[in-house]
């Protein structure tokens, strides 16, 4: 495999991830607010089950991708780039999940809230991913 296809599609993929990232920061998790109490159990199976389809084999991809492309091109900013995903995989398990878990047996206001602020991490270092994503190309 070409080092370029490897370099190119890191960056696709970071870049669709960010976009679903901030998709999903401004509008789903926000719109939970507005999600009737009757009906959130509801909604929130729907959105954490379907939005997983596009997620997972994405992130999964990306971590594949930030793996191959340290062991053979190792370099400083393609350990950032690996550090960068691990700390996405980190914070998605130790913040998301945990508030998912919890939204998952009833609407909750504050956790809510605590999903919003804690998935800022997550938009940042995908951001952040990107960059450097675009700065290995260069």
Not at 94 to 122: A, D, F
Request: glycine share 2%.
């Amino acid at each position: 495999m070409s080092f370029l296809l490897l370099f190119y599609s890191n960056l696709i993929i970071s870049a669709i991830l960010l976009g679903l990232i901030l998709t999903i920061h401004f509008v789903h998790y926000k719109s939970f607010k507005f999600i009737d109490i009757e009906r959130f159990i509801e909604f929130h199976r729907f959105h954490t089950k379907n939005i997983s389809f596009l997620v997972l084999p994405l992130m999964t991809s990306e971590a594949v991708l930030s793996i191959t492309i340290c062991y053979f091109y190792f370099s400083i900013l393609s350990l950032v780039n690996l550090l960068l995903v691990a700390l996405i995989w980190i914070t998605t398990f130790l913040l998301q999940v945990p508030s998912h878990n919890k939204l998952s047996t009833g609407k909750s206001m504050p956790e809510i809230k605590k999903l919003i602020s804690g998935n800022i991490y997550r938009v940042c270092l995908w951001f952040l991913k990107v960059i450097v994503s675009t700065l290995i190309i260069l």
